[in-house]
């Protein structure tokens, strides 16, 4: 069954960096764009950044455009969100999705993964 | 940016009742929406995109409806397993915003 499993969440201080990293497996991961979609404690969703299914297309939310940089390797399966110049805002949950459609971008996100946090303090 | 707007924030329902959650787009999407569920502790699930077609695997109790600025999420008959945040995500305005509504929680009454 698709299966998304986030890891490298933590607790790091402004002004670090941080790697998050999607593993997908039990469909083609290189037919479909993939998302990162986060989720402040007690607060609603912001889509964060998506790329496409060959990773040559890149979109950026304004809260993190030139600080987050979204990649892929479709030969690991894997998605990933390097997280640089990190503020206190940015703590949230940080979920991966896949897209809706199979080599396009149809921006709504199923299926998500678990998730994992992200805690910025010092 | 589009914003999108829930209401009522809190919904109590009755077992067995039909629930009707409203989502409100600033501007004009067509029918670039998503509606998502989302239970404690869990990660949000895909019911309902492009405003009204189910996602695979959503039960038919689960409709959609509206266009432009206004749009319905109708619930009927609510089980245990329905109470909820429900949530709207329009993807007409990208690059480079997906945005969400704020949310409905469906509690029982």
């Known amino acids: 069954q698709v299966q998304l499993v986030e890891s490298g969440g933590g607790v790091v201080q402004p002004g670090r960096s941080l790697r998050l990293s999607c593993a997908a497996s039990?469909?083609?991961?290189?037919?479909?764009?993939m998302h990162w979609v986060r989720q402040a404690p007690g607060k609603g969703l912001e889509g964060v950044t998506t790329?496409?299914?060959?990773?040559?297309?890149?979109y950026y939310a304004d809260s993190v455009k030139g600080r987050f940089i979204i990649s892929r390797d479709n030969s690991k399966n894997t998605l990933y969100l390097q997280m640089n110049s990190l503020r206190a805002e940015d703590t949230a949950v940080y979920y991966c999705?896949?897209?809706?459609?199979?080599?396009?971008?149809?921006?709504?996100?199923?299926?998500w993964g678990q998730g994992t946090l992200v805690t910025v303090s010092s | 940016e589009i914003v999108m707007t829930q209401s009522p924030a809190t919904l109590s329902v009755s077992p067995g009742e039909r629930a009707t959650l409203s989502c409100r787009a600033s501007?004009?999407?067509?029918?670039?929406l998503a509606w998502y569920q989302q239970k404690p502790g869990q990660a949000p699930r895909l019911l309902i995109y492009g405003a009204s077609t189910r996602a695979t695997g959503i039960p038919a109790k689960f409709s959609g409806s509206g266009s432009g600025t206004e749009f319905t999420l109708t619930i009927s008959s609510l089980q245990s397993e329905d109470f909820a945040v429900y949530y709207c995500?329009?993807?007409?305005?990208?690059?480079?915003?997906?945005?969400f509504g704020g949310g409905t929680k469906v509690e029982i009454k």
């Open positions: 039990g469909f083609s991961f290189s037919r479909y764009a």
């Open positions: 999705a896949r897209d809706g459609g199979i080599f396009t971008i149809t921006n709504w996100f199923d299926p």
């Open positions: 790329i496409s299914y060959d990773g040559s297309n890149k």
């Open positions: 995500q329009q993807y007409n305005n990208w690059p480079p915003a997906l945005t």
């Open positions: 501007q004009s999407i067509s029918t670039n």
